[in-house]
């Protein structure tokens, strides 16, 4: 090589390599040229508008920064929520931005599906609709609940088209309690409970902190009853088989053998009528003495298999009650026990108060329109004879949630009819249509929906459309009825539709209701109730008590907090939270009790191959005292067969094992069946648990305190140095001794954060989980990841079982502590966590290079290591909230008490000139809580919430006698004996 | 033993710097494979991230750490045996001092690479630097890890110069006895050392005072590496005994260690009249002291946490020994306390094969016992809820394996390069005296 090419190769090879090796190309950032009137850049706008994620309806507010939603919480004002929201509300924003959300119609061609354009759906939808109107009644539509006025629109379409009118469906849709109304009050219906006004609630299982009707509605009330004021709190008892979280939640349980509820219904029903309260009843309800008499104590004590003494307690507290209410079994269970207990609850209810004044039928839920499920079936199996020409489905998958058996999903394959499936994803109902038309969501429509008869709850688009779906009314009205419609728009019909009915005449009242998020101004309603009891059924019923031979064996699906009848299971948040029972995440295990596993020679992890007559399963066994032995059960919700080769599937669906046909009392689905048989296939899987151990071992985490102890207790005026006797040391000067601290206290500017949690008020359903989600961008790992150890949620809601009987748990809410003598800071060579003027420790990203030193030092165990970096899929990225850092691989985080909305107040607070007010934070655990549990606030305030709340005597740290002073307090639960 | 003479010594010990047979260049060309596989792993980890090794919630600290405290542990004894026995004027240290310090060096730069390997922004590692900078950010000078940064390279600046200083002779003989390049190498490297009175004179003084500065080192870096726990609040690491408990750890491990390469090397390079068997027995009876001094430490930790009447600490020394890492326990006890007790008998500390296998099942329950510590701790700590396990992952494996090859890649370099017997103190012993000093 001669020199002039040696230079050469030199000089292109550098020139080369110092081109190449940039690191990623500029981002820029562009202002909007016209930007919306209302916006902001970085100040969010709230919009009102209302959740449906299920048939409750509660009031959401809408978060909107620079053009997108990104984090929903409870509209306060609304008479549902008043606030609070659940996971699966918070939930919502992940089927907006879900990645495989449809954007555009599929049109099935040789048992394929083709992309087409909107337009020529529409056209299609169109020519099908000219078609069916010139004969009658060719045309069916089965639609999730909706809000009166798209049922309204429903109902003129379907007259239009000559055609029957509309079926509502729901997976649960609670036929066993409207049956069981009907009888005994003569209202096919369902009315709200008011919960807070009793002063002993008995249930049979009704599940209303999960799914049961109006969840956060109901997990209001109860906290609202069973609070505790002076030293006295109101009881609550479970009867049933199994405690599912609502279940934890009592004071007791009265473990009945499966089936066999309404046994102890009833037999308490006999001590209630032969106490005398039958007297109250009217004449036509007196025989019910006669038919409840074989119903005595030692019959049901025999054959619910309960113990005698919880019997006989829950006999003396119900003699004492003064306004006490029952509920039936929970959401779904429309077996005949099932409407058996409902029917005895009933009567109960009314022997107790005929005035039933707890009951509410001026506010009746709105899912009491959802058809009874034989009606549903009857609709699917009439589909070829009554030779229907188009089925409209509305987003609803009763392929899946309808069990095999009941000839849905063949209906739809095999019929001529021509399906037209209004559904955002291809689940396994889209898959059987011949025309999927994706539709705008919730959060992107003008729409109405009240959770009860009698309120307006709006909806309105919280952002610009992310696909080009049109709404579904403008479908309609545009595909039906063409230019005939006096409105064009489903805007313009649900504007005239309130002005007309709720004398929303003039904008200002409209622009009002839409801020609202409703007109919440409810009438009180009359609802003084002449039930009329249809004695000659109910004694039919009475005379023919089932079969309960008791099974050996009982498999029970349950409809789960995170997941419902299974309508969200593809929102990764909700399969990423662990469920707040057994903590396992991303999977669907089924729990046994210990005693029936080791009689068959199961450990937990084992897969079990469950058969029934219907289907089979293969399910990995957890362990657990909270079903009775003998008993099985399996949440729904998962096992879904996304006809999407990106999708996995994620758990499985016990509804495979069930019978698909409709009792035929009730009209409803039974979830539970006595006719399996389970074998062990040798295999084993490990569970996705994000709990070590179950049991807190006597630590001072998850405290709880006898009711009855409560006067005498001292733990506030502990002085010692263990761990059972230190004392409270709050993370302010107060709390500093130099008897036991060696270092001087911080010195805080004005304020230091602190948080309360009342551990009597948590009811364990992990919504904070998922606001804190939702708000901290906090990074989705899956399942393999959590079997590695990996979760990263901030906020996890503990749950410590109680070593001496096991079945009773307390929930422990375990975010950082912001200690003020904090292990984590010391350690770090870096300065990563760092103690501000105000208290909090903060995580400083770009300073942390990944020791984990803090993490291995903190006690609570609450900091989490980025081991990657996490991924959201386009465009689930566009809900990240902007105000929070994205963190990459490499870097610990924690919580932070939502420090962006620290910021936010101050930033407010002096434009104003004027101190940060009491409650003016509110973190997105705060806010979401449905029961209030959390407070937070300024500990230097001694005016404040927290502070006072501070010094109830039930305040304790979490491992206090570490003396890291947190700055978290928790207050026991209080926990009595009935 | 043979009769030994400056010649012999001469002879035998520059006889093994001539030019190796191909199977030497065979295992080491497979060691620097090796060592590059490793290092292809860390770029692995690097560019995906920490989750591709095994730590997790709560076990955050994994193999990463056992093996720098492992290494640093390896490397106690070099310094121990060079410094500490040179002041206390043991003999029997003469020929196995200078494998034994060059082992220090080596494994102080191997030690010194984990907790690169284990941070999860090691490109971000320039903060733990005291750099004066606008943002007026300075190290926290209360984390044990900065004490750590501090010590170990205090340690490996002190044991490199001091492992330099007594090979200066060394290095001038055999600078005497080369030609062409590699004289110019060891003329360079000698800096200039003539065998003048007075250089000797200097020489001596230095090596003994540099001896006295080094001895509180060998105390000193281990105490620090234990104060990375025991100044954590983690049950299982917060207690005071973690400091001498360390660094008697540390020099059994690294006695161990010596005997697990002279054996091998004594055999190859026929120095059986140089090490003999008598400074073999004198390793295996200080194995013997400092494998009871770590079981009574052992036994301290238990009882203390019984006495303590805590019962987060008493649960965690209940699960040592009977939860799911009683494995690790159950080899610490085994191979740290209980084997080495085996050299109390004359036939085994003086049968080559015995004196080797147990020097193997040394090190190995000495890498368990930094396993039992350091996972242990947290896997079981105040919060139950959070307890979790931890297994290492192929990533971890690599990397391990990677850093054994090159520990052993640059020993055998040394052994080929460098006198691997100090010639100068043999023929100090020979000529009667102990040592330089006396």
Redesign the interface.
């Known amino acids: 090589m001669d020199r002039r090419t040696f230079l050469k190769i030199a000089g292109m090879g550098s020139l080369a390599f110092a081109s190449s090796c940039t690191s990623e190309s500029d981002k820029k950032l562009f202002s909007l040229v016209r930007a919306p009137g209302d916006m902001v850049t970085g100040k969010a706008n709230w919009y009102a508008s209302t959740c449906r994620e299920c048939p409750a309806g509660c009031g959401i507010l809408a978060k909107n920064r620079e053009g997108r939603i990104v984090k929903l919480e409870g509209n306060p004002l609304h008479p549902i929520n008043k606030g609070g929201l659940c996971m699966r509300g918070q939930a919502a924003l992940q089927g907006l931005y879900h990645p495989q959300r449809l954007k555009a119609p599929l049109l099935k061609k040789d048992d394929q599906f083709q992309a087409i354009s909107f337009s020529e759906a529409q056209a299609i939808l169109k020519k099908r609709f000219t078609g069916a109107r010139n004969q009658s009644n060719k045309v069916r539509l089965l639609s999730e609940t909706v809000g009166s006025n798209l049922m309204a629109l429903f109902g003129e379409v379907l007259q239009h088209l000559n055609s029957d009118p509309l079926t509502v469906f729901e997976p649960f849709a609670y036929e066993a309690l409207k049956t069981a109304n009907a009888l005994a009050y003569g209202i096919d219906g369902l009315p709200s409970y008011h919960m807070d006004q009793a002063d002993l609630l008995i249930s049979f299982g009704a599940d209303f902190l999960e799914t049961w009707l109006s969840p956060v509605e109901y997990a209001r009330k109860f906290k609202a009853m069973h609070r505790l004021h002076d030293h006295h709190k109101n009881a609550f008892i479970h009867i049933g088989p199994y405690r599912s979280l609502t279940g934890v939640n009592a004071d007791h349980w009265i473990a009945c053998s499966s089936n066999n509820a309404h046994v102890v219904a009833l037999g308490i029903l006999r001590h209630a009528l032969t106490k005398g309260m039958a007297n109250q009843l009217p004449e036509s309800m007196r025989q019910l003495k006669n038919l409840t008499a074989p119903y005595t104590r030692d019959r049901v004590l025999q054959q619910a298999k309960i113990s005698a003494s919880g019997y006989d307690r829950l006999l003396g507290r119900l003699d004492r009650a003064r306004s006490p209410l029952i509920l039936g079994p929970g959401t779904g269970d429309s077996g005949q026990d099932g409407l058996l207990t409902h029917v005895a609850v009933n009567c109960l209810n009314f022997s107790l108060d005929p005035k039933l004044q707890l009951l509410d039928f001026g506010r009746r839920h709105r899912v009491e329109l959802a058809a009874r499920r034989s009606d549903v079936q009857s609709l699917f199996n009439t589909l070829d004879q009554d030779h229907i020409e188009l089925l409209l489905i509305n987003n609803t998958n009763p392929v899946y949630t309808m069990a095999s058996g009941s000839g849905v999903a063949e209906a739809l394959a095999n019929s001529n009819t021509f399906v037209v499936c209004f559904s955002n994803f291809i689940d396994e109902t889209a898959a059987l249509a011949d025309l999927i038309l994706p539709i705008r969501m919730p959060l992107e429509t003008w729409d109405e929906y009240g959770g009860f008869e009698g309120l307006t709850s709006t909806l309105q688009p919280t952002m610009g459309a992310l696909t080009r779906a049109p709404q579904l009314g403008d479908i309609l009205l545009q595909t039906c009825f063409g230019s005939d419609h006096p409105v064009q728009t489903y805007k313009d019909y649900l504007i005239a539709t309130l002005a007309r009915e709720h004398e929303i005449g003039d904008e200002f009242k409209w622009m009002q209701t839409l801020q609202q998020g409703g007109y919440f101004e409810l009438s009180p309603k009359n609802s003084s109730l002449q039930p009329t009891p249809d004695m000659d059924r109910i004694s039919d019923l009475l005379t023919r008590t089932p079969d309960t031979t008791s099974a050996d064996l009982t498999f029970q699906a349950l409809p789960s907090i995170r997941f419902f009848d299974g309508r969200g299971a593809n929102k990764p948040w909700l399969c990423e939270i662990p469920d707040p029972l057994q ?1 396992i995440a991303w999977q669907t295990p089924v729990a046994m009790h210990p005693d029936t596993a080791k009689s068959r020679h199961i450990q937990q992890e084992d897969i079990i191959d469950i058969q029934s007559k219907n289907g089979r399963l293969k399910a990995a066994v957890v362990l657990s005292e909270l079903v009775v032995p003998g008993l099985l059960v399996m949440d729904v919700g998962q096992g879904h067969q996304w006809q999407d080769p990106k999708t996995p599937v994620i758990g499985l669906n016990p509804l495979h094992l069930l019978s698909g046909t409709a009792q035929p009392e009730s009209g409803g689905m039974n979830l539970t069946t006595s006719s399996i048989e389970i074998q062990k296939t040798g295999h084993r899987m490990k569970l996705a648990s994000t ?3 179950r ?5 001072t ?1 998850a405290l709880d305190i006898k009711l009855t102890d409560l006067k005498h207790d001292k733990t506030g005026h502990n002085t010692g140095l ?2 059972g006797h230190f004392p409270l040391t709050l993370p302010l000067k107060e709390g500093y001794d130099p008897k036991r601290d060696v270092y001087p206290p911080h010195e805080h500017d004005t304020y230091r954060w602190g948080m309360v949690v009342d551990l009597d008020r948590c009811i364990g359903c992990n919504a904070c989980a998922a606001a804190c989600y939702a708000e901290n961008n906090i990074g989705i790992v899956g399942e393999e ?1 959590i079997l ?4 990263m949620g901030w906020m ?1 809601v ?3 079982h109680d070593p001496d009987a096991m079945h009773n748990l307390t929930f ?1 809410p ?1 975010m950082c502590q912001h200690c003020d003598n904090a ?1 984590c800071e ?6 990563a966590p760092h103690h501000s003027k105000e208290g909090l420790n903060n995580q400083i990203y770009n ?7 803090c ?3 903190c ?3 609450v ?7 996490w991924q959201w899929p386009e465009p689930l990225n566009l809900q990240l909230n902007p105000d929070v850092t994205v963190r990459s ?4 985080e924690k919580c932070s008490f939502c420090i962006q909305r620290i910021k936010i107040a101050h930033n407010v607070a002096k434009n104003e000139n004027r101190p940060i007010r009491d409650g003016e934070i509110k973190p997105a655990c705060v806010q979401t809580c449905p029961t209030r549990a959390l407070t937070f606030g300024n500990l230097m305030d001694l005016k404040s919430k927290v502070r006072r709340l501070t010094t109830d005597s039930r305040a304790y740290q979490a ?1 206090g006698y ?1 003396n890291t002073k947190p700055a978290v307090i928790y207050l026991k639960k209080v926990v009595q004996e009935i | 033993m043979t009769q030994l003479t400056y010649a012999k010594i001469d002879q035998t010990i520059l006889d093994t710097l001539t030019p190796p047979k191909r199977g030497y260049w065979i295992i080491l060309v497979l060691l620097l494979l090796g060592t590059l596989m490793g290092a292809a792993c860390w770029l692995y980890q690097i560019f ?4 591709v090794a ?8 994994g193999t990463y750490l056992i093996n720098f405290v492992f290494w640093v542990g390896i490397a106690h004894s070099g310094t121990l045996i060079s410094a500490i026995l040179h002041l206390f004027r043991a003999g029997w240290r003469n020929p196995i001092a200078r494998a034994a310090e060059t082992m220090t060096v080596f494994a102080v730069c191997i030690a010194g690479l984990y ?1 690169f390997i ?5 490109w ?2 320039y ?2 630097l005291p750099i004066p900078t606008q943002r007026l ?4 000078f ?5 004490f750590d ?1 501090i010590a170990i390279s205090t340690y490996l600046t002190v044991s490199s110069l001091f492992w330099y200083t007594g090979l200066l002779p060394d290095l001038a003989a055999i600078r005497d006895r080369t030609t062409g390049l590699r004289h110019k190498i060891f003329t360079f490297l000698a800096m200039g050392w003539s065998g003048a009175h007075e250089q000797w004179r200097h020489y001596t003084r230095g090596y003994l005072f540099f001896a006295a500065l080094a001895t509180p080192l060998v105390i000193s870096v281990h105490s620090v590496v234990s104060w ?1 726990f025991a ?4 049950p299982g690491w917060h207690t005071t005994i973690f400091a001498p408990y360390f660094v008697a750890g540390a020099i059994h491990s690294g006695l161990a260690m010596v005997l697990t390469l002279m054996i091998p090397l004594r055999k190859l390079f026929k120095y059986e009249d140089i090490i003999t068997m008598e400074v073999l027995q004198n390793v295996a009876k200080t194995i013997v002291l400092t494998g009871l001094i770590v079981g009574l430490a052992y036994g301290t930790e238990y009882f203390i946490a019984w006495y303590s009447h ?3 600490e008493m ?1 965690q020394f209940r699960w040592r020994a009977l939860g799911d890492f009683r494995w690790g326990f159950y080899f610490m006890v085994l191979c740290n306390t209980l084997a080495p007790l085996l050299f109390l008998f004359k036939k085994i500390r003086t049968t080559i094969a015995s004196l080797f296998i147990i020097s193997l099942i040394v090190n190995f329950g000495m890498w368990w016992e930094r396993f039992v510590i350091i996972v242990g701790g ?1 896997a079981h ?10 297994a290492p992952t192929w990533v971890e494996f690599g990397i391990m394996i990677g850093t054994f090859c090159l520990f052993f890649f640059l020993f055998m370099m040394f052994a080929k390069h460098l006198p691997s017997v100090s010639m100068t103190e043999m023929k100090e012993t020979v000529a009667g005296g102990h040592d330089h000093g006396a």
Not at chain 2, 142 to 146: G, V, W
């Open positions: 903590r709990s070590g151990s049991i807190q071992l006597g630590r985490l263990t761990m990841r590695e150890g990996r979760e996890s503990e749950r410590y422990l375990m292990p010391s350690v770090c060579p870096v300065y300073r942390c290079i990944g020791t984990r030193y993490v291995q030092n006690p609570y165990k900091r989490r290591f980025n081991w990657f970096t691989k490499g870097v610990m491992l570490l | 995906v991230g920490m989750g095994g730590q997790n919630n709560p076990v955050a600290w907790p284990h941070l999860g922004r090691v971000q590692v903060y733990m950010l300075w190290p926290n209360l984390s044990p890890l900065m940064v990375d100044l954590g609040i983690v805590n019962s987060i649960e947290v700590g105040f919060a139950p809820h959070a307890w979790g396990l931890y």
